[in-house]
Nanobody
Framework: QVQLVESGGGLVQPGGSLRLSCVAS????????MGWYRQAPGKQRELVAE????????NYADSVKGRFTISRDNAKNTVYLQMNSLKPEDTAVYYC?????WGQGTQVTVSS
């Protein structure tokens, strides 16, 4: 079993920034790609960003390109999502994914 714990969400004004963290623990025998997803009320969960096991390649949803940056620290079993220039449409619960495991999510609300 693998446990994922996200943190860093909160309320921020449009144009602001937040940094999400996701720490993985448990039976982690190998390093795999990880990703951040989000789900807004009434919408399906969608991929926000993903990063390969070594961090050498990343992929972003078009809606966040140029504003969000995913990174990871394998020594700490942690993946980050730096979110800049936040917009109200970024409001959602953000989830971390590792293989088939999901975190519990962290709420991000962008509002003035």
């Amino acid at each position: 079993q693998v446990q994922l714990v996200e943190s860093g969400g909160g309320l921020v004004q449009p144009g602001g920034s937040l940094r999400l963290s996701c720490v993985a623990s448990g039976s982690i025998r190998n390093i795999y790609a990880m990703g951040w997803y989000r789900q807004a009320p009434g919408k399906q969960r969608e991929l926000v960003a993903e990063i390969t096991s070594t961090g050498s390649r990343t992929n972003y949803a078009d809606s966040v390109k140029g504003r969000f940056t995913i990174s990871r620290d394998n020594a700490k079993n942690t993946v980050y999502l730096q979110m800049n220039s936040l917009k109200p449409e970024d409001t959602a619960v953000y989830y971390c994914k590792f293989r088939v495991y999901w975190g519990q999510g962290t709420q991000v609300t962008v509002s003035s």
